[in-house]
């Protein structure tokens, strides 16, 4: 584990003081006709809690996260119970979006076999909360849900004072602004990829920048992540600590090295109130540590984590690796989907079903190809996620 | 459309990536034969799961097409294996991919 405290602390420090602000923000001048419409929104998205697993993790803390988690809506305590009884536990409410909240260690993910699993792709397994939304019984919904499904992770070490502010920040994600502007940056190697997505991201006039030659030392850095509402990062990713903690650069020619462009500790330092954030690269939404035995992901090294604990209203990304497409028209796989999340997103949208939308259009047309692009298309479906309220909008 | 060896789709896939990484090319499947021992991807989904998952999202299920193979082009790097994969469909490159 390479992550300094220090750091972590005053970031949560920030987090709560932002929160606070945030919050106000969110609840000062509000008509009562705009809270009946949020109170109509919150009704129609529950918060998949297991209390008691909470409690285990952080103590004397514990009431003030459950009661942080109250605050986001209807909460369905799932305590003690196993994925697939979550499963049937959820496919029996009422319509809505479901959000699992915490981490793998709160509430496991389903595993299941990557599709492309073979000599050119190492990932054996894929942890996937899309069986959250399907119905018992019915594999394909696995890889179309029926229902939205999204997750508020924790850090998988217990930081009771993040995670407390991460869920106030939530709390006012559904009603949040999205700030104006853009920031993309991609492996040079995935640049024609980085303007296939850039041509569906609504507003999107911002930095777009190609690693190499950017890279994480490079001055401004911060200031030209912060404050820009939309997000898109096509870098390359690793699923092993401590490179895991970073993002990749990397160019198409022989022997060419592989370049830090963004790290967590960068996002550490960076204002994402209100953003919202899709990542085409690989394990960016990657919260356990296989294949590695040691490691715990927490905010300090993991992408999606680190951007929704400094505010982003909602990050997508895959749990597993990527297929990105290095040629014209470069409209396959992960990119394709990621440009449907902000095709759905800009029909206003909220972020789960969005998600749900984009798998499903995605689908439409993958599936009419070949049937040798089958199982790229159902690896990018299955391990594709949503982290952070179910309802945010652009 | 004739079918093509082994050899002419490995050429033609060849063609569509760096030079560097030519010499390193394999077959990994052929659609439209056998797959060679160890390399194929796992199948994905039952033929039931597939048709009641295009059924669900509005699909007509492809054909297979002749002339249809993955050629993997296998890369060791300091992240970890990035194999190149060039997917072939009738006779002609569709994609070219990396993973992320």
């Not at chain 1, 594999?139 to 999204?150: D, F, G, L, Q, T």
């Not at chain 1, 911060?222 to 650069?249: Q, V």
């Not at chain 1, 990542?279 to 090294?301: E, I, Q, T, V, W």
């Not at chain 1, 439409?364 to 298309?377: E, H, N």
């Amino acid at each position: 584990m390479t992550r300094k405290q220090p750091p972590a602390r005053r970031a949560a420090s920030r987090a709560h003081s932002r929160t606070a602000r945030s919050s106000r923000r969110a609840h000062a001048g509000q008509s009562a006709a705009h809270q009946k419409h949020q109170g109509k929104e919150a009704m129609t998205a529950y918060f998949v809690c297991a209390t008691s697993a909470v409690r285990a993790k952080y103590g004397s803390a514990a009431a003030g996260i459950v009661a942080d988690v109250a605050a986001l809506g209807s909460v369905i305590d799932v305590s003690g119970q196993s994925p697939e009884q979550i499963q049937a536990k959820i496919a029996a409410l009422p319509a809505g979006a479901a959000c699992l909240v915490g981490g793998y260690d709160l509430i496991p993910p389903f595993i299941r076999p990557n599709p492309t699993h073979g000599s050119q792709d190492d990932d054996a397994e894929i942890p996937t909360d899309a069986p959250y939304g399907a119905t018992p019984g019915h594999p394909e919904e696995e890889y179309a849900p029926e229902r939205a499904i999204s997750r508020i992770p924790d850090s998988a070490t217990a930081d009771a004072a993040e995670f407390s502010a991460l869920l106030g920040y939530q709390r006012a994600a559904p009603t949040q602004t999205t700030p104006p502007g853009s920031y993309e940056e991609a492996a040079d190697e995935f640049s024609g990829a980085l303007q296939y997505v850039h041509a569906a991201i609504p507003g999107a006039h911002g930095p777009s920048l190609l690693s190499p030659p950017a890279k994480s030392t490079d001055p401004g850095i911060t200031k030209n992540l912060s404050g820009h509402g939309r997000i898109h990062i096509l870098l390359h990713g690793a699923n092993y600590d401590p490179d895991w903690a970073a993002l990749w650069g990397h160019g198409p020619g022989a022997n060419a090295p592989f370049v830090k462009a963004l790290t967590a500790q960068i996002f550490d330092r960076c204002d994402f109130e209100g953003t919202i954030v899709t990542f085409s690269s690989c394990y960016a939404a990657m919260l356990d540590a296989a294949p590695a035995k040691h490691g715990a992901r927490n905010s300090g090294n993991q992408v999606a984590v680190a951007c929704l604990a400094h505010g982003a209203k909602v990050t997508f990304g895959a749990t597993r690796s990527n297929w990105i497409s290095t040629t014209s028209p470069y409209d396959g796989f992960g990119p394709r989907l990621a440009a449907e999340v902000w095709r759905q997103l800009a029909r206003r949208q909220p972020a789960a079903e969005a998600l749900r939308l984009a798998k499903a259009a995605y689908l439409k047309v993958a599936l009419s190809q070949s049937p040798g692009d089958r199982p790229y298309a159902l690896k990018t479906v299955l391990q594709a996620q949503c982290y952070g309220h179910p309802m945010a909008k652009l | 459309m004739a079918s093509m060896t082994d050899r002419e789709l490995l050429q033609l896939a060849q063609a569509a990536v760096p030079e560097h990484l030519r010499s390193l090319g394999r077959i990994a499947v052929r659609h439209d034969a056998p797959a060679v021992a160890g390399l194929a991807a796992v199948e994905p989904a039952g033929d039931a799961t597939m048709t009641a998952l295009a059924k669900r999202v509005g699909a007509k299920l492809g054909a297979e097409e002749p002339n249809s193979a993955e050629v993997e082009f296998p890369e060791q790097t300091a992240l970890g294996m990035r194999t190149t994969v060039v997917h072939i469909r009738n006779g002609k490159v569709t994609h070219v991919l990396k993973r992320g």
